[in-house]
């Protein structure tokens, strides 16, 4: 019976010594970006996906870059799903015309679910 009671602590110590060891280097790894991770995915997830990707270098919520802000955006088209559609459907292909003869890079890269996440985002800053 002796014997049980101090088996199990030690076999304890072993499944965290190795398990902990385990996860340092992720953790370490990990620590600049889940701080920033951490502050992005209390906001919308489409923002956090349009910092992943090269939006920011045209785009900004509310002034106009190279392409108009995210907020004008917004507000020019009511929220229905043909209009979700087109705005997922034009960061796809990119393309001008609509505010000015600039045009947007295409992003075929980009899922439907994240088009989808980026469109909803975008029409959270509706006014
Ligand atoms: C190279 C600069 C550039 C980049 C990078 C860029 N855009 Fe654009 N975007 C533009 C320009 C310019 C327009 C205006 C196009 C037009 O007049 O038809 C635009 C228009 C848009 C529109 C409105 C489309 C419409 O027809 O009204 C949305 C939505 C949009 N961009 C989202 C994004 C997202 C999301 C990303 C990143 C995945 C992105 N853009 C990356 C330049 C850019």
Not at 35 to 45: D, I
């Amino acid at each position: 019976m002796k014997k049980r009671h101090l088996l199990v602590p030690i076999l304890f110590a072993v499944i965290y010594a190795c398990g902990g060891q385990g996860n340092q280097e992720n953790t370490d790894n990990n620590q600049t970006q889940s701080n920033t991770e951490a502050e992005v995915t209390q906001e919308h997830k489409g923002k956090e996906l349009i910092a992943k990707s090269d939006c920011s270098a045209c785009h900004a919520d509310k002034s106009k870059l190279v392409g108009p802000s995210y907020t004008d955006i917004a507000n020019r088209y009511d929220n229905t799903a043909e209009n979700q559609k087109y705005l997922a459907d034009k960061i796809v292909k990119g393309g001008s015309g609509v505010w000015g003869d600039v045009p947007m890079t295409p992003h075929p890269q980009l899922s439907e679910s994240d088009l989808k996440e980026i469109v909803n985002y975008i029409f959270t800053l509706k006014n």
